[in-house]
C-alpha cells in the first residue's frame, strides 16, 4: 500500500475511532443516569466488586498476542487458532479461580450477598475468549468502520437490556445481565 492510501486510510480510521468513543461515551451517560434513577447505590458497588476481579485476574494472566500478530509482517491466520485456544484455556483457568474464591472475594468486600453474582462472573470472564480472534485484521486493514459498528451495537446492548431490566428486577442483576450481553457481542 502506498503512503498515500495509507495516509487516506489513517484519516478515515482516527474518523471512525472519534465517533466510536462520542457515541459510546454518550450512550452510557445516557444510560447511567438512567440507571442510576432505577437503581441503588449498592447495586452499582455489588457489580463494581463482580467486574473488577474478573477484570484483575484477566490483566494478570494476559499476553497481548493481538497487538504482536498486528505488528507482525508475517501471515498471521497461522496463528489464529492458537490464539483462541490459549485465550480459552487462560480464561477457563481464571474463571475456576474466580468460583472457588467467590466466598472470599465476597467476605473481603463485605457483600455476602454477592457470593453467587461473583461465581457467575467468572462465565464473564470465558464469553471474551470465545471471540473470533480475527477481528484484528479491522485494525490491521485500519478498517475501524466495522470495529464502530460493533462496539456501538454492543453498547446499546447493554443499555437497553440493563434499563429493561432494571425496570422489572430493581437489583445489580440488571446491570450483570447487561454488561454480559455486551459482552457477547464485543
Do not use: C, H
Not at 115 to 124: H, P
Amino acid at each position: 500500500m502506498d503512503n498515500e492510501g495509507t495516509l487516506k486510510k489513517s484519516i478515515e480510521g482516527g474518523k471512525w475511532i472519534f465517533l466510536n468513543t462520542f457515541f459510546q461515551k454518550l450512550i452510557s451517560a445516557v444510560s447511567f443516569f438512567v440507571l442510576a434513577r432505577l437503581l441503588l447505590p449498592q447495586d452499582f458497588g455489588i457489580v463494581a466488586i463482580i467486574f473488577i476481579v474478573p477484570g484483575l485476574i484477566d490483566l494478570i494472566l494476559s499476553p497481548d498476542f493481538s497487538t504482536a500478530i498486528v505488528q507482525n509482517r508475517e501471515d498471521p491466520y497461522r496463528y489464529l487458532n492458537q490464539i483462541w485456544t490459549f485465550n480459552l484455556y487462560k480464561s477457563a483457568v481464571a474463571a475456576i479461580l474466580i468460583f472457588l474464591g467467590a466466598p472470599f472475594i465476597a467476605e473481603f468486600f463485605n457483600a455476602p450477598e454477592a457470593i453467587n453474582a461473583v461465581r457467575l462472573s467468572s462465565l464473564i470472564i470465558i464469553i471474551p475468549a470465545l471471540a473470533n480472534p480475527a477481528q484484528i485484521f479491522f485494525f490491521k486493514n485500519i478498517d475501524l468502520k466495522k470495529i464502530f459498528i460493533r462496539d456501538i451495537l454492543a453498547v446499546v446492548t447493554y443499555s437497553s437490556v440493563a434499563i429493561i431490566l432494571a425496570l422489572f428486577l430493581k437489583s445489580f442483576w440488571a446491570l450483570f445481565i447487561g454488561n454480559a450481553a455486551q459482552l457477547s457481542i464485543a
